[in-house]
């Protein structure tokens, strides 16, 4: 019982230090992505190729003047932020990041809890992440904050729809479970879901970019009419708070792209590499090639992000509303029947 | 007296919801009341958690928490209320109003004194609230009248929204 806790502790601490990792090297990789694309050098000068820039902005951003509004509610004006991160890092935990460690005959799973419900469980969590936004914005008492927010709130709810209907037809076609561990090990053959779920999938992208706020879906913060949208009135780590959140959202959905749609740790003709290589089942350099691979595609759909932000110019705001309401959902819903059709005659839906 | 940790959650967990279902009333800013709603929510799902039912509790807290008390935000910071423009009530209206509640929960506790009480062996293995069980009885032992539910909330829907339109075309 007691080295269950401590290697659960252990792991939590790890999951949560790798996801400020990540969040804080994707600032960076932005940087430098935006600059290729617009034929700059990007950040150079701390440190090589400007690697420790992240730590110069992450010091810069604490040693900034915190400034609290007279006007503003304080409690809530602080727990908007701090929310934001919270739920932000909490979704980190029912991701499975590969397979089971086996020491001395002992299994040691790279996942901190393997719940029943662990697709549900991020979109509860990512659901709640709306009101840090909405109390942050509220809270400034400044009309642009509240803009801000109420945009950001209708749309993530707007989007959580057409995500939640294409989760359905996935889950329908990896055999009726909704625990992230199971739905990973279906694709061990190396098979990914988004060979069966293509328009899914791309229903689920598409989603994605809006519920992280991100371009062209980031009207929250939308410069040209709302100056900096719902974080105007923040400074110094409150306002790092909220963007350090975005890319930590960044970085769990693209994993949970990377493991729902693409197999995770998985990856095609694994199991011939490996034999190939010598390697027994469930030895330790199994998981830590799965590992890095799962690494490498979230990575890469990091990278995405970031392309499509500095490819695509911002939506309107009606735009953005039709686009959720009258084609994302009608197509989500199509994708559903059409799942359950070709499920009923491969036969894995019986009535 | 010795009490399990379960016990020591339900009362926890009890006493709060209680005491934010409380701060939902008596506080004047009609924002920190949505706010201690959602607590109140939050604590409830807390509860369907010890009963063993995870999936009860998470979706309690994306419909409710997650969708419905961010519309009752959403409208109550457009609405902007505030004290000196919100509409003073008379002393009249409080009083009728206490009354009714009064009677409201006299009529409520009469109720649950006559009901029967009902015998539950506190196991901690219940299955009943597990995604699949919930699924079976839902889709299959009452389909009906889950089909019915869904068709009246459709129509409800429907109607909401031409209610709300200015102008039928």
Known sequence: MLTFVIYKSILCVVVFGVSLGVAAYSTWWERKFAAFLQDRKGPSRAGPFGILQPLADGGKMFFKEEIIPNVSNKFLFVLGPSLFLLTALMTGVVIPWGKDLIIGGKAYPLQVTDINIGIIYVLGVTSVGVYGIMIGGWASNNKYSLLGAIRASSQMISYEIAMGLS??????????????????????????????????????????????????????????????????????????????????????????????????????????????????????????????VYFFKICLFISVFMWIRWTLPRFRYDQLMNLGWKVLIPLSLFNLVLTVVVEFFRGTIVF | MGYSITQWLFGILSFLAIMFALMVVFTRNPINSVLYLVMTFFCIAGHYLLLNAQFLAVVHIVVYAGAIMVLFLFV????????????????????IAGLIGGVFLAVLVGTLKGAEQLSFSQTGASQIGMVKNLGIVLFKDFLFPFEIASVLLLGALVGAIMLGKKEIK
């Open chain 1, 167 to 292: 989760i359905i037809a996935l889950v329908i076609t990896a055999g009726g479970t909704l625990s992230f561990r199971e739905i990973l090990e279906k694709q061990d053959a190396g098979i990914s879901n988004v060979m069966y779920q293509p328009l899914g999938f791309l229903i689920f992208l598409i989603c994605a970019f809006a519920e992280t706020n991100r371009a062209p879906f980031d009207l929250s913060e939308c410069e040209t009419e709302l100056i900096g949208g719902y974080n105007t009135e923040y400074s110094a780590f409150k306002l790092g708070a909220f963007m350090f959140a975005e890319y930590i959202n960044m970085f769990i959905s693209s994993a949970i792209m990377a493991g729902l749609y693409f197999g995770g740790y998985n990856f095609p003709f694994a199991h011939e590499l490996y034999s190939a290589m010598g390697l027994q089942e469930g030895s330790v350099a199994i998981s830590l090639i799965g590992f890095l």
């Open chain 2, 76 to 95: 109550i910071m457009l609405m902007n209320l505030n004290q000196d423009t919100e509409p003073q009530k008379t002393l009249m209206t409080k009083l």
